[in-house]
């Protein structure tokens, strides 16, 4: 069993930073791919960003210049550095684990728990 545990959120001012992070823990060799995905009031959830496990990063035009994902393999951590932050950005961030190799094989989309950001105009 695979667990993600988000942290780092809360209410900030546009053009405020904030940096989550999410930490999973289980019997895992190695996670694929990293992200972080987002959910506003009525809408659907969305990729805000996602990180290989050699490095490479996808961003949604969105957040591209603002936005950084980062992620380090020894500690199965992964981080979003987010600045200036607009009210539009507002939402229940969500980690995920979208390929893990555990002691039982490959597993698929673990999520964590979600965390809220909140940035006020």
């Known amino acids: 069993q695979v667990q993600l545990v988000g942290s780092g959120g809360g209410l900030v001012q546009a053009g405020g930073s904030l940096r989550l992070s999410c930490v999973a823990s289980g019997s895992i060799f190695s996670i694929m791919t990293l992200g972080w995905y987002r959910q506003a009031p009525g809408k659907q959830r969305e990729l805000v960003a996602a990180?290989?496990?050699?490095?490479?990063?996808n961003y949604a035009d969105s957040v591209k210049g603002r936005f950084t994902i980062s992620r380090d393999n020894a500690r199965n951590t992964v981080y979003l550095q987010m600045n200036s932050l607009k009210p539009e950005d507002t939402a229940v961030y969500y980690c995920?684990?979208?390929?893990?190799?555990?002691?039982?094989?490959?597993?698929?989309?673990?999520w964590g728990q979600g965390t809220q950001v909140t940035v006020s105009s």
């Open positions: 995920n684990a979208a390929r893990v190799v555990t002691t039982r094989g490959y597993e698929y989309d673990y």
């Open positions: 990180i290989t496990s050699g490095g490479s990063t």
